[in-house]
């Protein structure tokens, strides 16, 4: 079983339940946003025991348009690694990894949020973008860890190397992150370390790179980001918190439009994403 968020003719961002191929609707859970407003022991029950109709729809980026995504950074030795690499100043990173707080940072909402399928994007006004494999947690109103989905948190590698400050340019843009397939729920998810995560980027009929890491070898507790997350923030309708990245490409790989990004989490998932170029957007 997995919780999916549907694009339907009459709403796009419908919460479902998903077995195989089917999906199915709880009335008393329209949303993703009203999933995160429940205890994690009232969403068990409900579960459990609320009656469902059948449903079809297509798969979209599992958020709402109420729940906010975070990112988390430097939480793995091969991001800070990677960071000092790209960086005039390393020294920066090597500081952020060993700290106590957290490096954590605003990231996405739905309207820039892409489902498994759609194309993410590379700014037109970066030389060079990575995509960021990750795991993400969500996270209901009262602290608590309901699932776990799969996060592309795409990087624009050329603007965020030449400041750190540039930060949240390299990182919030139309198109920066995918999510999904859907959402895992905590109770029937594999163990951290068990949570193996594969990236590859097809280009062609080849793969320009690929990695692997896993979940387990984060450098902080799901629960202490959680916990910084949540310091002097109110998230009414819960948050999602992406956890940072293990495997960066190496500073000779970079994507271009027409490759497709492929990630697989061991028990959650595979998400697909082809890459196509942001423009300077629209003048109005």
């Known amino acids: 079983m997995k919780f999916s968020v549907?694009?339907?003719?009459?709403?796009?961002y419908q919460?479902?339940?998903?077995?195989?191929?089917?999906?199915?609707?709880?009335?008393?859970?329209?949303?993703?946003t009203q999933v995160l407003e429940l205890r994690l022991e009232e969403l068990i029950d409900l579960i459990g025991s609320a009656p469902r109709t059948p449903?079809?729809?297509?798969?979209?980026?599992?958020?709402?348009?109420?729940?906010e995504l975070w990112g988390a950074g430097v939480t793995y030795l091969r991001s800070r690694d990677a960071r000092k690499e790209e960086s005039g100043v390393p020294d920066v990173y090597q500081r952020?990894?060993?700290?106590?707080?957290?490096?954590?940072?605003?990231?996405?909402?739905?309207?820039?949020?892409?489902?498994?399928?759609?194309?993410?994007?590379?700014?037109?006004?970066?030389?060079?973008?990575?995509?960021?494999?990750?795991?993400?947690?969500?996270?209901?109103?009262?602290?608590?860890?309901?699932?776990?989905a799969i996060c592309n948190d795409m990087t624009a590698r050329t603007i965020e190397g030449e400041n750190p400050l540039y930060l949240s340019q390299a990182k919030i843009y139309s198109g920066s992150t995918s999510l999904g397939p859907n959402i895992t729920p905590s109770w029937l998810a594999p163990a951290p370390e068990d949570m193996t995560i594969s990236a590859k980027i097809e280009r062609g009929s080849s793969i320009a790179w690929s990695a692997?890491?896993?979940?387990g070898s984060l450098n902080r507790t799901l629960e202490d980001l959680v916990t910084y997350l949540f310091r002097c923030q109110h998230f009414p309708h819960g948050a999602i918190l992406s956890t940072g990245t293990?495997?960066?490409p190496p500073l000779d790989i970079?994507?271009?439009?027409?490759?497709?990004?492929?990630i697989e989490v061991a028990g959650i998932g595979t998400l697909r994403n082809p890459v196509e170029i942001t423009p300077e957007g629209p003048i109005s």
């Open 6 to 12: 549907l694009k339907t003719a009459t709403n796009p």
């Open 15 to 32: 919460f479902a339940i998903t077995n195989g191929d089917k999906h199915s609707i709880i009335k008393e859970l329209p949303t993703l």
């Open 246 to 248: 293990g495997i960066v």
């Open 55 to 67: 449903i079809s729809g297509s798969f979209a980026a599992p958020i709402s348009n109420e729940v």
């Open 212 to 215: 692997q890491t896993s979940l």
């Open 96 to 148: 952020v990894y060993e700290a106590d707080r957290p490096e954590l940072f605003f990231k996405s909402n739905a309207v820039r949020a892409r489902g498994t399928g759609a194309p993410v994007g590379i700014r037109f006004d970066s030389a060079a973008s990575v995509p960021e494999p990750e795991v993400a947690i969500y996270i209901n109103k009262y602290r608590e860890i309901i699932g776990y």
């Open 254 to 262: 970079s994507l271009a439009a027409g490759d497709i990004v492929d």
